[in-house]
């Protein structure tokens, strides 16, 4: 498994931005993809973003395309996640996931074996 350790969670204005940060260690992540997802209080965690580190494609949930942005660096074996305009419903823990890339459904948390410990997000209005 990879070891995944998440940073930049904060208090937020409506409107404004953050930049979650996410190291990683314990595998090569060549053959891996990487995803972000959320977790509000009493809700379901939820698909937020998702990147393959060899090619970089990416994808986005609906409710944050446009708005978000994920990154990695493969010489920091980082992964990032800008979040601009931010919203009150985008409060929530955020937590960094990878796996293995295989054919499962990249958005469901079932489809990766490696977590995070979350940071929380929380967007004042």
């Known amino acids: 498994q990879v070891q995944l350790v998440e940073s930049g969670g904060g208090l937020v204005q409506a409107g404004g931005s953050l930049r979650l940060s996410c190291a990683a260690s314990g595998r090569t992540l060549s053959l891996y993809r990487l995803a972000w997802f959320r977790q509000a209080p009493g809700k379901e965690r939820d698909f937020v973003a998702r990147i393959t580190w060899s090619t970089g494609n990416t994808n986005y949930a609906d409710s944050v395309r446009g708005r978000f942005t994920i990154s990695r660096d493969s010489a920091k074996a980082s992964l990032y996640l800008q979040m601009n305009s931010l919203r009150p419903e985008d409060t929530a823990v955020y937590y960094c996931?990878?796996?293995?890339?295989?054919?499962?459904?990249?958005?469901?948390?079932?489809?990766?074996?490696?977590w995070g410990q979350g940071t929380q997000v929380t967007v004042s209005s």
């Open positions: 996931a990878a796996a293995p890339f295989s054919g499962r459904d990249y958005a469901t948390v079932s489809a990766y074996d490696s």
